[in-house]
């Protein structure tokens, strides 16, 4: 259950950093200036949902936490340092300022509350184990985020709204650069985070945390090809639909499955990424 819990921590987080940050982010030039129009009433209910979903998913860790006797106080305070914050967003959020940074903000912040309530913070020397892991986790769901609002948000308004299909094509080559860069990110500070809980080689094979870490490697692996494959494959395609309506249409329908199919494997992802946080570290006796 508690699995279940961590599974929904990081499932919420991420689908509440798309819903806050990726227009801002990504869809601030004229060539996706009428797909943010036309996205933002379906942008303003993922944001809801997501900010619900998100407390819900603290809750039950909370909750859980007491029943299990292991909550402390520093678990208590994060919890209510968490409900501030979605408390505060969400009066940003009915007052329709969704595009103030403070959205923004707050989300970067519930995921630093989660990488302090983390294993990094209970090193003796924690401050860097923890920033990696907020950063980590921050351009984690910056990108996640991101496949999930192209997903739920942006696909299927396009395939309503041809008119719409250059927009998304544009907004496909604004959100590679962050992608990229996300990646690149991720990997680094993935890999700081590896040599802090995997003793060995071997450990990756031998134990539970390394094998779960092998596992969110290669779905990770997997991700970069869905990105590779949107961004020189689908893009080119939809960038030239007035030329080739009814073809860049077909390149729409696959982009919709395909980025559907990664918002999936992201969530095995975030599942692989929550099994190592209730595993014990792969340090392998001598």
């Keep these: 259950m508690s699995l279940l819990a961590r599974w929904l921590v990081f499932a919420a987080l991420v689908l509440l ?18 797909l943010r129009t036309a996205a933002a009433p379906a942008r ?9 979903l998100t407390a819900l998913a603290f809750v039950l860790e909370f909750v859980l936490r007491l029943f299990d006797g292991v909550a402390t106080m520093r678990d208590a305070v994060l919890f209510a340092v968490r409900l501030a914050f979605l408390i505060g967003m969400a009066l940003m959020l009915r007052s329709g300022r969704n595009d103030a940074p403070i959205p923004i903000a707050a989300s ?6 989660q990488s302090l309530s983390g294993r ?25 985020g991101g496949v999930a609002y192209f997903a739920i948000v942006l696909a299927p308004i396009v395939l309503r709204q041809r008119q719409l299909l250059s ?10 650069p962050l992608a990229i860069m996300s990646v690149l990110v991720i990997g680094l500070t993935g890999i700081m985070q590896s040599a802090s809980f995997v003793s060995s080689f071997e450990a990756l094979f031998d134990t539970d ?18 990105g590779a494959f949107h961004q020189f494959v689908i ?19 696959r982009f919709r499955v395909s980025i559907t199919a990664e918002a999936a494997v992201s969530a095995l992802t975030l599942a692989a990424a929550a099994t190592m946080t209730v595993l014990p570290a792969a340090n392998l006796a001598p």
């Design 209 to 226: 945390y390394g094998r779960a870490l092998l596992v969110k490697t290669g779905l990770f692996a997997v991700l970069i090809g869905f």
């Design 167 to 176: 927009d998304l094509g544009a907004t496909i080559e604004r959100f590679s």
């Design 120 to 144: 990094s913070a209970s090193r003796p020397e924690w401050v860097l184990p923890v920033l990696a892991d907020w950063i980590h986790f921050t351009f984690a769901a910056t990108w996640l």
């Design 235 to 253: 893009s080119p395609q939809l960038r030239a639909w007035r030329a080739r309506a009814q073809s860049s249409y077909e390149a729409a329908r």
């Design 44 to 52: 303003a209910r993922l944001t809801q949902w997501a900010a619900l």
């Design 17 to 34: 950093a798309g819903a806050v940050a990726f227009a801002p982010l990504v869809m601030r030039t004229k060539a996706t200036a009428a």
């Design 108 to 113: 970067a912040a519930l995921v630093l509350t």
